[in-house]
């Protein structure tokens, strides 16, 4: 059975609005990704998407929704969620450093992401080695010697 989504789309200037419905994944994220790309690239680069018919997100789904917003940006526009709630809610509060989306002002269920900044992986970074010694001048794992008394 093939997942079931739907996009329906309102013009209220100065802004379009996306209605999504269903299920926002893998199967169906490509109608978001050609509705948002269709809107910017005929000049309506400001965007809302009304998230109150998504009944599920996963990452793919999200990832749509981060190219709309990045693309609506490039095109010195920004992107808004609205009524924001369930398994999106949480996947955005989970994954906050990771995207550009804020809570809103503007009332309960709001995200804006008005300023687009790419993610960055998170990753540690270890301290740089050479020939098997850190570069402070000990061995790797050794905690540093106490001063002796001369």
Do not use: N
């Amino acid at each position: 059975m093939a997942a079931q989504f739907k996009v329906s789309i309102a013009y209220r200037p100065p802004v379009a609005v996306l209605a999504l419905a269903g299920e926002l994944d893998l199967a169906t994220a490509d109608i978001l990704a050609a509705s948002a790309k269709d809107l910017i690239g005929r000049g309506h680069t400001h965007l809302v998407m009304d998230v109150t018919g998504l009944r599920f997100c996963d990452s793919t789904g999200l990832e749509a929704i981060l190219d709309a917003a990045e693309r609506a940006a490039q095109a010195e526009g920004s992107l808004r969620l609205v009524s924001v709630g369930g398994v999106l809610r949480r996947v955005l509060e989970i994954t906050r450093p990771e995207h550009p989306f804020r809570p809103d002002d503007l009332g309960e269920g709001a995200w804006s992401a008005t300023a687009f900044r790419p993610a960055q992986p998170s990753r540690r970074v270890a301290p740089p080695r050479a020939g098997g010694r850190a570069l402070l001048g000990r061995p790797c794992g050794q905690a540093p010697r106490a001063a002796s008394a001369v």
